[in-house]
């Protein structure tokens, strides 16, 4: 397993550092800054302005203004949606810089996020653009004498409280249908990686999008995401992020002004692998779907379930897999995997790893840190695994993997389905009638079959059970943005009911 440190690409200065509120960077109120670190190394990028609950209320205030009284949701759709592909062009302008920024603030492949991460938000901004312009209520067919028809109109300010593990990613994936549907926003980005959101709200402003339309609070959860699921004048709250914190969100929605909130929360998903698959396929599509940005990520496949009569060769395909991946640099293009996002993390997953040895499953590959500094862990293979373990159970987070071995199809649906969480699934089968009844009989939102990680715009993501509700990504997180009004109206001779 080896681990590089060289590095050709130049992090660029970081030229935005404060909160972005009603169009202007400014300091926060109290004057304070708390740093943003480089997992690479563990030293410090630079100091971001700390955000607290007077300068939630300050963002909100002009959120609030510009949803009541701007020009944002009176402007048609299509200008709206113009506005956005503005955004989604500037975006791609900038794609190298924005790049480094979730690279070296959050570990990732920097080769990855100039790929996918940031194309995608262009992506996804186009895409809610483009139905900015098509929300229709419907008209009522009511019984005697009455007209009906709904409306879709924008829910108001929306407050947006997104993690570290795909800051870009996930900050579109909210922003984009918010602002299409016509609401405002205060986005409270992960206190370990500000730095692309406040990149996008400079972006925002040269596009033309409105003052107070889109305002960034960095800050802690504690304090700036607790002020903003308790605001009294936010009308919805949406959370990507761990189950404990969606709990107080939604505590802090019920308590203050029940606002309607969507969380997507933790997962602990399983990948059922029966035993006609193809076997490089198969392992190629359970590496890539628990390794891929070194296991941060929520639907990654954790519980890895191999029928027996591939199990050995499975597992030895995987442990190669785990023994070639080069962990270091994320600016490396050489790099499979860089560090973990930070240090609470880093040492969290090293603790379940020592959980897992210390209850009985057997290490096959992994589990040690890597280097002098910064944050990197070895690709982690448990074997001898059982759903009973803390590793199986609880969320990682980490590039941690558990294998299990069943023997029939009803089996393994009841053993997937052996979890508190309902996020994402995987079946790797040639048999259609398999993939057909185990797609419907896991609990899930997503059911991935012979591929993983297959995300796109136009499918919708979330959760069942504990992973939360709400969906993100389609159309289906438009309407989340979205109330339904209904109007009705006597209709005096009509000649036809």
Same mark, same amino acid.
């Given at each position: 397993?080896?681990?590089h440190?060289?590095?050709s690409v130049k992090?660029?200065?970081?030229k935005?550092?404060?909160l972005f509120?009603?169009?202007?960077?400014?300091?926060s109120?109290?004057g304070?800054t708390?740093?943003?670190i480089d997992?690479r190394t563990g030293?410090?990028?630079? /100091?971001?302005s700390l955000g607290? !609950?007077?300068d939630?209320?300050?963002?909100?205030?002009?959120? !609030?203004?510009a949803f009541?009284?701007?020009?944002?949701?009176r402007?048609?759709g299509?200008?709206?949606?113009? &506005? &956005?592909? /503005?955004?989604a062009?500037?975006i791609?302008?900038?794609?190298?810089?924005?790049?480094?920024l979730?690279?070296?603030?959050?570990?990732?492949?920097?080769?990855?996020c100039?790929?996918?991460?940031i194309?995608?938000?262009?992506?996804?901004?186009?895409y809610?653009?483009?139905?900015?312009?098509k929300?229709h209520?419907?008209? =009522?067919k009511m019984s005697?004498?009455?007209?009906g028809?709904?409306?879709?109109?924008?829910?108001?300010?929306v407050?947006?409280?997104?993690?570290?593990?795909?800051?870009?990613?996930m900050f579109? &994936?909210?922003?984009?249908?918010a602002?299409?549907?016509?609401c405002?926003l205060?986005?409270?980005?992960?206190?370990?990686?500000?730095l692309?959101?406040?990149?996008y709200a400079h972006?925002?402003?040269l596009?033309?999008i409105p003052?107070?339309?889109?305002?960034?609070?960095?800050?802690?959860?504690?304090?700036?995401?607790?002020?903003i699921?308790a605001?009294?004048d936010?009308d919805k709250?949406?959370?990507?992020?761990s189950?404990?914190?969606?709990?107080k969100?939604m505590?802090?929605?019920?308590?203050?002004?029940?606002?309607?909130?969507?969380?997507?929360l933790g997962?602990?998903?399983p990948?059922?692998?029966?035993?006609?698959?193809?076997?490089?396929?198969?392992a190629?599509i359970?590496?890539?779907?628990?390794?891929?940005?070194?296991?941060?990520?929520?639907?990654?496949?954790?519980?890895?379930?191999?029928?027996?009569?591939?199990y050995?060769?499975?597992?030895k395909?995987l442990?190669?897999?785990?023994?070639?991946?080069?962990?270091?640099?994320?600016?490396?293009?050489?790099v499979?995997?860089g560090?973990?996002?930070?240090?609470k993390?880093?040492?969290?997953? =090293?603790?379940?790893i020592?959980?897992?040895?210390?209850?009985?499953?057997?290490?096959?590959?992994g589990g040690?840190?890597?280097g002098?500094k910064?944050?990197?862990?070895?690709?982690?293979?448990f074997?001898?695994?059982?759903?009973?373990?803390i590793?199986?159970?609880?969320?990682?987070f980490?590039?941690v993997m558990?294998?299990?071995k069943? /023997?029939?199809?009803?089996?393994a649906?009841k053993?997937?389905?052996?979890?508190?969480?309902? =996020?994402?699934?995987g079946?790797?089968?040639?048999?259609?009638n398999?993939?057909?009844?185990?797609?419907?009989s896991i609990?899930?939102?997503v059911?991935?079959?012979?591929?993983?990680?297959?995300?796109?715009v136009?499918c919708?993501?979330?959760?069942?059970k504990m992973?939360?509700?709400?969906?993100?990504?389609?159309l289906?997180?438009?309407n989340?943005?979205l109330?339904i009004k209904s109007?009705?109206?006597?209709?005096?001779?009509?000649?036809?009911?």
């Amino acid at each position: 397993m080896g681990s590089h440190c060289e590095s050709s690409v130049k992090i660029p200065p970081i030229k935005f550092t404060k909160l972005f509120i009603n169009g202007n960077f400014v300091d926060s109120i109290s004057g304070k800054t708390f740093d943003t670190i480089d997992p690479r190394t563990g030293e410090v990028i630079t /100091k971001v302005s700390l955000g607290d !609950r007077e300068d939630v209320d300050l963002a909100v205030k002009a959120a !609030r203004h510009a949803f009541d009284y701007g020009p944002w949701p009176r402007m048609s759709g299509s200008e709206r949606g113009r &506005m &956005m592909m /503005k955004l989604a062009d500037l975006i791609e302008e900038n794609v190298e810089e924005i790049a480094a920024l979730d690279a070296v603030n959050g570990g990732k492949l920097f080769t990855l996020c100039k790929a996918i991460d940031i194309p995608g938000a262009a992506r996804t901004l186009r895409y809610y653009a483009g139905a900015a312009d098509k929300i229709h209520g419907t008209v =009522l067919k009511m019984s005697k004498g009455l007209q009906g028809y709904t409306l879709r109109e924008p829910i108001g300010v929306v407050g947006s409280i997104i993690p570290w593990n795909f800051p870009t990613t996930m900050f579109f &994936m909210k922003a984009a249908p918010a602002l299409a549907a016509g609401c405002t926003l205060v986005v409270k980005p992960a206190e370990q990686t500000p730095l692309s959101a406040l990149y996008y709200a400079h972006l925002a402003k040269l596009a033309g999008i409105p003052d107070g339309v889109l305002n960034v609070v960095n800050g802690f959860g504690e304090t700036a995401g607790a002020a903003i699921s308790a605001h009294m004048d936010i009308d919805k709250v949406t959370f990507t992020g761990s189950t404990e914190v969606g709990r107080k969100i939604m505590a802090a929605a019920a308590a203050s002004n029940l606002k309607s909130v969507s969380l997507e929360l933790g997962g602990k998903s399983p990948l059922l692998i029966f035993d006609d698959a193809d076997i490089d396929q198969a392992a190629d599509i359970a590496f890539r779907g628990m390794f891929y940005n070194k296991g941060e990520i929520c639907v990654a496949s954790s519980r890895v379930y191999v029928q027996e009569g591939i199990y050995e060769k499975l597992v030895k395909k995987l442990v190669e897999k785990a023994k070639a991946t080069v962990v270091g640099d994320p600016f490396d293009p050489q790099v499979n995997q860089g560090p973990q996002t930070d240090k609470k993390q880093f040492e969290k997953i =090293l603790s379940y790893i020592e959980h897992g040895k210390r209850e009985g499953a057997t290490l096959l590959t992994g589990g040690k840190h890597v280097g002098q500094k910064g944050y990197y862990i070895e690709p982690t293979i448990f074997t001898d695994v059982n759903e009973d373990m803390i590793i199986t159970k609880e969320e990682i987070f980490g590039p941690v993997m558990s294998l299990m071995k069943f /023997k029939t199809m009803e089996e393994a649906i009841k053993r997937a389905n052996n979890t508190t969480y309902g =996020l994402a699934s995987g079946i790797i089968t040639k048999n259609l009638n398999v993939a057909n009844t185990v797609s419907r009989s896991i609990r899930a939102g997503v059911v991935w079959i012979n591929c993983y990680t297959a995300f796109d715009v136009d499918c919708p993501y979330g959760g069942y059970k504990m992973s939360g509700f709400g969906r993100d990504f389609g159309l289906d997180a438009l309407n989340q943005y979205l109330q339904i009004k209904s109007v009705v109206t006597p209709i005096h001779d009509s000649p036809w009911h």
